[in-house]
């Protein structure tokens, strides 16, 4: 039996659980090495970004995929650009 209505909420839910998994990670990663590296405020806001846009998901899954193609893109905007600032700083730190 073919559920595609299953399969999209699924799908949503799976997106909601890495974002959220990546989130707690790139949370406890920044605490972690904050002594180590320097910008970890940004690698803490993107965690913070990742772990609300995955209870966001969990609370409304059956708006589906299609509904959240807008909110599923500018998550994945602001999560590229601020893992783009934080690898351009930490380009700059040099050998450790």
Known sequence: MILPGLTAVMLVLIIGA????????????????RKVIRGEGLLILEGIISIAFGVFVFLFPGAGALALVWLISTYATISGLLLFVLAWRAKKWGPA
């Open 18 to 33: 890495t974002a959220l998994a990546t989130g707690v990670v790139e949370v406890v990663m920044a605490i972690r090495l």
